[in-house]
């Protein structure tokens, strides 16, 4: 049975997590807790020497970082397809993952650890607007950045654009990103995964301790 190494707070982690339910794959879950420091421990060092989650091992195969097991996941269990086909729409779901990725991911420590009146917080909330604005002109009017089609594209930036919602970016300024946003949360797998406002307080001081030693 493939093994999933993974903590249900981690963003990161979310995104596979999401993916292996979307899929309706069986899966067995391994939780890693960073609170505790689990992810130094021997045996999981044998699986990541870098010491990150998630991970997972599938028939002896360990695969680490996310978006080499979502690419796994997406060639080896296509039943439930998170990838169009088509090479336009396939381009705009890989710039979306590669943005969140690049672009998106560094700007969120600045919202957990800054003061209101933090230069540096004011320029991470300059950069998500600006990333916000390609996602806006990317998604249009679709329902999903894969058109009709629920993506690992929606998946990756989901789990940023939710979390940054969450520790207070306002999103009105961008009505498609935020029904989209919405959406997401709505569906069966989100809500099944979607940690209480408590849990999340508690990752976030967690987080923001960790970032300041």
Request: charge should be negative; charged fraction near 25%; proline fraction near 6%.
């Amino acid at each position: 049975m493939l093994k999933f190494y993974y903590h249900p707070l981690s963003p990161i982690s979310r995104r596979v997590w999401i993916a292996l339910l979307e899929k309706k794959l069986t899966f067995e879950s391994i939780i890693v807790d960073p609170q505790d420091r689990e992810q130094f421990q021997p045996e999981f060092l044998q699986l990541n020497p870098f010491h990150h989650i998630p991970v997972i091992v599938d028939d002896g195969l360990r695969i680490i970082e996310s978006l080499a097991i979502l690419d796994y996941l997406e060639t080896k269990y296509p039943e439930v397809s998170l990838l169009p086909s088509n090479p336009e729409t396939l381009a705009k779901v890989r710039m979306v993952q590669m943005v969140t990725c690049g672009e998106l991911v560094s700007q969120v420590p600045p919202l957990i650890i800054e003061s209101e009146d933090s230069a540096k917080l004011a320029k991470a909330k300059r950069n998500i607007k600006r990333v916000m604005s390609f996602f806006s002109e990317l998604l249009g009017d679709d329902i999903y950045f894969g058109g009709e089609q629920f993506t690992v594209g929606d998946i990756v930036a989901g789990n940023a654009v939710i979390s940054i919602s969450k520790l207070g970016f306002d999103l009105s300024s961008f009505s498609n990103i935020d029904a989209w946003n919405q959406r997401l949360q709505a569906r069966e797998v989100w809500q099944k995964t979607q940690p209480s406002q408590e849990k999340l307080d508690g990752w976030a001081e967690f987080i923001r301790q960790w970032l300041k030693k």
